[in-house]
């Protein structure tokens, strides 16, 4: 077992990355920890997918002296994959950061809690 996480530590540290950043997504009330946690499950994501399209032995994609046999070369998907998640990864950050901006201006909290309390009882006073 040992054995096995010391030759794939790239995957084992994105498994830890991600459990790490669900566990905040999960039991944090704060909207900024949140956050924060979500761009850590992004990172274990990343460095999964980065991790398995690398094939030791291979190089990029780029025909160089004529050779075109497709097991001389990595895979370029998953880069291309990642490349995408980031982009997706910061827009939803920007977009998150701006919604909490505006959720801070008027419940004046970052606690979910309480922003639920507050909501509730501008309703009433409706």
């Known amino acids: 077992m040992i054995e096995h996480l010391l030759v794939n530590y790239e995957e084992a540290a994105a498994v830890i ?11 944090q009330r ?8 979500m761009n850590i499950m992004d990172s274990g994501i990343f460095l999964f997918l980065a991790s398995m399209g690398y094939i030791e032995g291979r190089k990029a994609p780029i025909i160089v002296d004529g050779v075109q046999k497709a097991e001389m070369y990595i895979n370029p998907v998953p880069a291309g994959l990642v490349l ?5 990864s910061v827009s939803v950050t920007a ?5 909490t901006v505006r959720l801070y201006k008027r419940y004046h909290t970052l606690d979910l809690d ?4 507050l909501s509730k009882h501008q309703e009433e006073d409706r």
């Open 114 to 117: 309480e922003m639920y309390v």
């Open 95 to 99: 977009i998150m950061l701006s919604l």
């Open 30 to 37: 704060n909207l900024i920890k949140k956050l924060i946690g």
């Open 84 to 88: 995408t998640g980031i982009v997706v």
């Open 17 to 27: 990355l991600f459990g790490i950043g669900f566990t905040m997504l999960l039991f």
